[in-house]
C-alpha cells in the first residue's frame, strides 16, 4: 500500500492549509487513518486519527483549530489546519491502518511527509 500526502507549505501565523493523503495498491479496507508531526530534534507526535466510522480525536495542542476527515470512496485522510501558529512548525506524516486482503491483519502504512512551516 503507498500513500501519497500533498498540501504543505509555508504560511504565515494565523493562517490556513489543509494536508491531503491518498492510500492506493492492495487494499480491502482501511481502518484508523491519522496524522502525525515531527518537529526538528522532537519526536513523532500524534496530531488526529478518526476511524472508519468517522470518529475523531485530536491532539490537545490542535483541538479547535484543525479538523481531520476522510473520504473512503477515494481512501483519502484530509486535515484541515487553521490559525496556524510558529509551533506547528514540523514535517506531517499520514498514516493508515490497512488490510489488504480479506481475513488478513491490518498493517500500518505511512506516507512520505509533507513540510509545513508557519512564519511569525
Known amino acids: 500500500v503507498q500513500l501519497q500526502a500533498s498540501g504543505g507549505g509555508l504560511v504565515q501565523a494565523g493562517g490556513s492549509l489543509r494536508l491531503s493523503c491518498a492510500a492506493s495498491g492492495r487494499i480491502f479496507y482501511i481502518n484508523d487513518m491519522g496524522w502525525y508531526r515531527q518537529a526538528p530534534g522532537k519526536q513523532r507526535d500524534l496530531v488526529a486519527v478518526?476511524?472508519?466510522?468517522?470518529?475523531?480525536n485530536y491532539a490537545d495542542s490542535v483541538n479547535g483549530r484543525f479538523t481531520i476527515s476522510r473520504d473512503n470512496a477515494k481512501n483519502t485522510v484530509y486535515l484541515e489546519m487553521n490559525s496556524l501558529k510558529p509551533e506547528d512548525t514540523a514535517v506531517y506524516y499520514c498514516?493508515?491502518?490497512?488490510?489488504?486482503?480479506?481475513?488478513?491483519?491490518?498493517?500500518?502504512?505511512w506516507g512520505q511527509g509533507t513540510q509545513v512551516t508557519v512564519s511569525s
Open positions: 498514516y493508515a491502518r490497512v488490510a489488504r486482503f480479506s481475513g488478513t491483519s491490518e498493517s500500518t502504512g
Open positions: 478518526i476511524t472508519r466510522g468517522g470518529s475523531t
